[in-house]
T-cell receptor
Framework: GEDVEQSLFLSVREGDSSVINCTYT??????LYWYKQEPGAGLQLLTY?????DMKQDQRLTVLLNKKDKHLSLRIADTQTGDSAIYFC???????????FGKGTRLSVIA | KAGVTQTPRYLIKTRGQQVTLSCSPI?????VSWYQQTPGQGLQFLFE???????NKGNFPGRFSGRQFSNSRSEMNVSTLELGDSALYLC???????????FGAGTRLSVL
């Protein structure tokens, strides 16, 4: 596809794990990013993964990359109410092109 | 290290007016990118500047323009404002190609 695709909404209970999925467009993309946006704020970089990696873990965050299917996921363990936000995946394609973002997944955490 | 600073944070304009938004990147970052964020369209790329030169441009009409100064600060200008230009305008800086973009808090523009 031509667009970075994400589900628009995800709702989880506090303490559960959240998994946010993303399908990107270009198998030659070198970097894949996850950003978080809280209400009224800009985008905050959460984590990123190089295309030669399959997995990256950073505290409660785990990123999985399936290059064959061009699928990226972000798992948040022990989800807290403070994790409620919009999560964007983005891909960087080589060749001096801008970062391309998905439309974002709104995560709602129910106490 | 100070983050990316965007001014003003909020703006209200009327149709037909023009507006200038400002962005100060992180010290040492030479690349500045601008994005428009709306509920319907998500994040759309406007343009990128590197060392005072426009390196990339998105698919926006000529009413949207920008520039970068020798100290890497950037401005974007929108002329003849339309209601549909109401959006959050985000600026981001990076040190070089492929490194993560660091975003400012944005300027929320409302066109009445």
């Amino acid at each position: 596809g031509e667009d970075v695709e994400q589900s628009l909404f995800l709702s989880v209970r506090e303490g559960d794990s959240s998994v946010i999925n993303c399908t990107y467009t270009d198998s030659s993309s070198t970097y894949l990013y996850w950003y978080k946006q809280e209400p009224g704020a800009g985008l905050q970089l959460l984590t990123y993964i190089f295309s030669n990696m399959d997995m990256k873990q950073d505290q409660r965050l785990t990123v999985l990359l399936n290059k064959k299917d061009k699928h990226l996921s972000l798992r948040i363990a022990d989800t807290q109410t403070g994790d409620s936000a919009i999560y964007f995946c983005a891909e960087f394609k080589p060749g001096n092109t801008p970062l391309v973002f998905g439309k974002g997944t709104r995560l709602s955490v129910i106490a | 290290k100070a983050g990316v600073t965007q001014t003003p944070r909020y703006l209200i304009k009327t149709r037909g007016q023009q507006v200038t938004l400002s962005c100060s990147p992180i010290s040492g970052h030479r690349s500045v990118s601008w994005y428009q964020q709306t509920p319907g369209q998500g994040l759309q790329f406007l343009f990128e500047y590197f060392s005072e030169t426009q390196r990339n441009k998105g698919n926006f009409p000529g009413r949207f323009s920008g520039r970068q100064f020798s100290n890497s600060r950037s401005e974007m200008n929108v002329s003849t404002l339309e209601l549909g230009d109401s959006a959050l305008y985000l600026c981001a800086s990076s040190s070089k190609e492929g490194t993560p973009l660091v975003f400012g808090a944005g300027t929320r523009l409302s066109v009445l």
